[in-house]
């Protein structure tokens, strides 16, 4: 049975098939998308879904699944969920798939841990984020897979994170918490014109992917929920997040590459990743944070056409020492603060470790970072850098940023780098006049693509 609503305008500029064309970095947020819909649709009503916001549909849609990977080299196939509410455990999904929610539908998470899957820790942190051991599955979840698209007509997800918060504050918690959507060892996923409600943990997890899309959604959670996280790339290249606003309890986007010994084992970089034109809200954490799991490296990131509002910190970089990996060659411009703690912070005695395995002496680098145009109103403070004092910071410049702050201080520890046009005035390891700065993040935007240099 085919769906003409699922045929819809949506997918004029959702056609991962320029994104599979598009294969250099520049191309990541610049594709020009184009109708192009699967030829094959069904329904999940025609496998015996209920859309009541009582019965389990799980069954219904492992089924629906199972069928359509029947049309994978006959151009793919679309699930259609009409509206309802949707009740279900994890979905896994298929290539060469598009899951479609109608205006209207809401895929509602089940709140009982019973239908959730449960698998094995991810190789780069070595065991379950939150708890040693398992973790449970992602409500929407594919591994090794390739073009695959979740949109919609403004649909939802709701995680229905409650039950899953509680357990964590309260101590039951069994195995980590899951996401809403995680992808692993994937390449050419499109997620666009959603709404994403009530995580348990975080919201969209792309993680060892490639050529990952994220645009047009909307993330929301209460501010009470403790660690729920908006969209995190982690160990994964060639991603573009736009065109979207994100309020949730902690960061709104986390760039991440796995734990201490395991991410640097592991060895793969979180690169290639263009942001831009997002609304953040953070009130426990950042707008947009860097690690604090880096080691296996967060590299060449453009950043730009940002609002943040009523966060605890607008941008932040964060590491520790036994991280071992990088964070270098990112651009940030365009960013507009409002209501914020402390603008941008540097911290390098941030977060835990896995275990008591790890290397003291694996040192991070942070540096060839570039902050620029920067705006902002009813800022604490302006800046918080913190370094190592076996690996300084270093490169970090700033340019073109005003901001309106409660203290005139800078907090500067083993870092360097150079500034122009900063208010307040920065930190004296941050005025050299005489170095250059370099930053690798490629501006994607307009006829200007390449490297931003400073020489002050």
């Known amino acids: 049975m085919k769906m003409p609503v699922a045929l819809v305008w949506l997918l004029a500029f959702t056609n991962l098939l320029s994104l599979i064309r598009g294969e250099t970095n520049n191309a990541v947020c610049k594709e020009t998308f184009k109708l192009d819909p699967r030829p094959h649709s069904v329904s999940i009503l025609e496998f015996g879904a209920v859309g009541d916001g009582k019965s389990l549909n799980t069954l219904a849609f492992q089924n629906a699944i ?35 929610l109608e205006k209207g539908a809401t895929i509602l998470a089940s709140p009982d841990p019973s239908h959730w899957d449960v698998v094995s820790p991810l190789p780069s942190y070595g065991r379950g984020v939150e708890l040693p051991g398992k973790r449970y599955r992602s409500l929407i979840n594919g591994d090794n897979l390739q073009d695959v698209v979740i949109t919609g007509d403004n649909g939802t997800f709701d995680g229905q994170g409650a039950a899953w918060w509680e357990s964590l504050e309260s101590g039951s918690l069994n195995y980590s918490r899951p996401h809403i959507i995680e992808f692993v060892s994937s390449k050419h996923i499109l997620i666009s014109n959603l709404t994403f409600l ?11 992917c490639s050529h990952v899309h994220v645009r047009k959604v909307l993330i929301e959670t209460s ?3 403790p660690y729920v996280l908006g969209v995190v790339p982690d160990s ?3 991603v573009c997040i736009e065109d979207s606003t994100i309020n949730v309890g902690h960061d709104a986007v986390s760039l991440k590459s796995g734990w201490d010994q395991y991410g640097i084992s592991y060895g793969r970089p979180t690169t290639a990743v263009h942001i831009r034109n997002l609304s953040l809200k953070s009130p426990t954490g950042a707008g947009i944070s860097f690690g604090s799991e880096m080691s296996g490296g967060i590299s060449d990131v453009t950043v ?19 991280r071992g990996g990088y964070i270098r060659n990112i651009t940030i411009s365009d960013v507009d603060l409002s209501g914020v703690g402390t603008a941008i912070v540097a911290d390098g005695h941030a977060g835990s470790h896995a275990d008591d395995k790890y290397d003291p002496d694996a040192l991070p680098v942070v540096a060839n970072i570039v902050m620029r145009n920067f705006t902002g109103e009813d800022v604490g403070l302006a800046g918080n850098f913190t370094g190592i004092g076996e690996s300084p ?12 702050t409660s203290s005139e201080a800078w907090v500067c520890s083993n870092v360097s780098g150079s500034s122009d046009d900063v208010s307040p005035e920065p930190c004296a390891e941050l005025t050299s006049s005489s170095s250059s700065c370099v930053a690798g993040g490629v501006i994607y935007g307009g006829d200007t693509a390449g490297q931003w240099y400073y020489s002050w």
């Open 66 to 100: 199972f069928y359509l990977k029947s049309f994978a080299d006959k151009g793919g196939a679309q699930l259609y969920v009409p509206p309802g509410k949707w009740l279900t455990g994890s979905i896994n999904l298929t290539s060469h798939l598009t899951l479609f």
């Open 198 to 208: 009530n995580a348990p943990a975080v919201n969209i997890h792309p993680v060892y």
């Open 223 to 225: 501010v009470e929920t």
């Open 236 to 238: 994964s290249d060639n």
């Open 304 to 322: 730009e056409l940002l609002t943040i509002r009523s966060s605890l910190v607008g941008v932040a970089f964060r590491t520790s020492r036994g």
């Open 393 to 404: 910071f270093t490169s970090i410049c700033l340019a073109d940023i005003h901001l309106q």
